[in-house]
């Protein structure tokens, strides 16, 4: 659920960097086009180095912004530079549009939405209260100035702090609810103990991968905990949920997202689903779930034990698009597998890795 709403949140500052690049071309076209910039007569001498301070930024951020998902550390500095950049770009433009009674003066609406959408009402509040303070103060550096721009400051103020506050509102409520939409979702398809995508999901997930043309290849993978039974037959069920939680953690630590996804296909039970019929990345991922499961040891009071899993994995190379027929394969060479001596992954090519 934190990863997708992490993505949420990279989309959303994709759209800010989209629109800014629209304000830059409009800014361009107000300026420098003869027809308009002869009819607003804005002024322009400083207004060049904000283009290149503008498109050196804006440029540095979509670089950025293609190599920020899954560094969070790198989206979380992209998302705070946007806002102060939006910040010294707003009033930079205010000064240069007419001060007080600048008709660029809605886009602060837009510097607060993007603060609260980070950092809630908290982002509302600093974010519009710097905003009055800097307008303030550019209205005192304009005096004199005659009583329509007087009002128009004050009905600006106004609108800032009611519209601001009421739009910052209305996002907030909205990141809540979707949030708790993810919530739910995500409740629905992982398992709770593990900590992995459920059964349920897997069958999705494998049904999506056979309709979506682009991943025609993968690979289906089915695992078993060997003699799970005589484990909470013998320490207990509380140990064996330890067991499974284990598992669920190794699975996840070991299969890159970028390869492949793990399920609880249900009991002791396991599944993967790769996104690639290519043994050579599959295997070192399979070797490396033998590796941690080699190294980790329960203890209860009837004493200290280690386990065992068991690997059928069964390459879509033939392009097979029955996702019953697939896992029927896959979980043929489980069974071929546990038949064998346990313990080991059977590949539907031959290639055996004993753990």
Same mark, same amino acid.
């Given at each position: 659920?934190?990863?997708?709403?992490?993505?949420?949140?990279?989309?959303?500052?994709?759209?800010?960097?989209i629109?800014?690049?629209?304000?830059?071309?409009?800014?361009?076209?107000v300026?420098?086009?003869?027809?308009?910039?002869?009819?607003?007569?804005f002024?322009?001498h400083?207004?060049?180095?904000?283009?290149?301070?503008?498109?050196?930024?804006?440029?540095?951020?979509?670089?950025?912004?293609?190599?920020?998902?899954?560094?969070?550390t790198?989206?979380?500095?992209?998302?705070?530079?946007?806002?102060?950049?939006?910040?010294?770009?707003l009033m930079?433009?205010?000064?240069?549009?007419?001060?007080?009674? #600048?008709? %660029?003066?809605?886009?602060?609406? $837009? !510097?607060?939405?993007?603060?609260? /959408?980070?950092?809630?009402? +908290? =982002? *509302?509040?600093?974010?519009c209260?710097?905003?009055?303070?800097?307008?303030?103060?550019?209205?005192w550096?304009?005096?004199?100035? #005659?009583? %329509?721009?007087?009002?128009m400051? $004050? !009905?600006?103020?106004?609108?800032? /702090?009611v519209?601001?506050? +009421? =739009? *910052?509102?209305?996002?907030?409520?909205?990141?809540?609810?979707?949030?708790?939409?993810?919530?739910?979702?995500?409740?629905?398809?992982?398992?709770?103990?593990?900590?992995?995508?459920?059964?349920?999901?897997?069958?999705?997930?494998?049904k999506?991968? +056979?309709?979506?043309?682009?991943?025609?290849?993968?690979?289906?993978?089915?695992?078993?905990?060997?003699?799970?039974?005589?484990i909470?037959?013998?320490?207990?069920?509380?140990?064996?949920?330890?067991?499974?939680?284990?598992?669920g953690?190794i699975?996840?630590?070991?299969?890159?997202?970028?390869?492949?996804r793990?399920?609880?296909?249900?009991?002791?039970e396991?599944?993967?689903?790769?996104?690639?019929?290519?043994?050579?990345?599959?295997?070192p991922?399979?070797?490396?779930?033998?590796?941690?499961?080699?190294?980790?040891?329960?203890?209860?009071?009837?004493?200290?034990?280690?386990?065992?899993?068991?690997?059928?994995?069964?390459?879509?190379?033939?392009?097979?698009?029955?996702?019953?027929?697939?896992?029927?394969?896959?979980?043929?060479?489980?069974?071929?597998?546990?038949?064998?001596?346990?313990?080991?992954?059977i590949?539907?090519?031959?290639?055996?890795?004993?753990?």
């Open positions: 659920m934190k990863d997708t709403f992490l993505l949420t949140d990279f989309v959303t500052e994709q759209i800010f960097s629109v800014r690049w629209i304000f830059l071309v409009v800014s361009c076209i300026f420098y086009y003869p027809p308009i910039a002869s009819i607003v007569n002024e322009l400083t207004f060049n180095y904000l283009l290149i301070f503008g498109f050196a930024y804006m440029s540095i951020t979509q670089v950025a912004l293609w190599l920020a998902p899954g560094k969070q790198l989206f979380n500095l992209l998302m705070k530079t946007g806002i102060l950049f939006d910040y010294i770009a930079w433009l205010l000064c240069l549009t007419g001060g007080v009674v #600048s008709p %660029l003066f809605p886009i602060a609406y $837009l !510097l607060i939405m993007h603060s609260t /959408i980070y950092w809630k009402i +908290l =982002g *509302a509040t600093v974010s209260t710097v905003m009055v303070i800097s307008y303030t103060i550019l209205f550096i304009s005096l004199p100035l #005659s009583n %329509l721009s007087i009002v400051f $004050l !009905l600006n103020v106004t609108f800032l /702090i519209i601001g506050f +009421l =739009g *910052a509102l209305i996002v907030n409520r909205e990141r809540h609810h979707q949030k708790l939409q993810y919530i739910y979702k995500d409740l629905v398809v992982r398992d709770y103990l593990t900590g992995l995508y459920n059964h349920r999901h897997f069958q999705e997930s494998l999506n991968s +056979l309709s979506d043309i682009n991943k025609k290849e993968m690979s289906v993978v089915l695992a078993d905990i060997d003699n799970f039974k005589m909470n037959d013998q320490h207990g069920h509380v140990v064996g949920d330890k067991v499974l939680m284990k598992i953690e699975l996840q630590n070991t299969i890159p997202p970028s390869l492949g793990s399920f609880r296909y249900g009991g002791e396991f599944a993967i689903l790769f996104q690639t019929t290519d043994k050579e990345k599959i295997i991922c399979l070797e490396q779930v033998y590796k941690e499961l080699r190294e980790v040891q329960f203890s209860s009071d009837n004493g200290v034990f280690s386990i065992t899993m068991s690997f059928g994995l069964y390459t879509n190379q033939q392009g097979i698009s029955n996702q019953v027929e697939l896992v029927s394969r896959a979980d043929k060479l489980l069974y071929k597998a546990k038949h064998n001596g346990k313990n080991q992954a590949f539907d090519c031959g290639t055996v890795i004993r753990g």
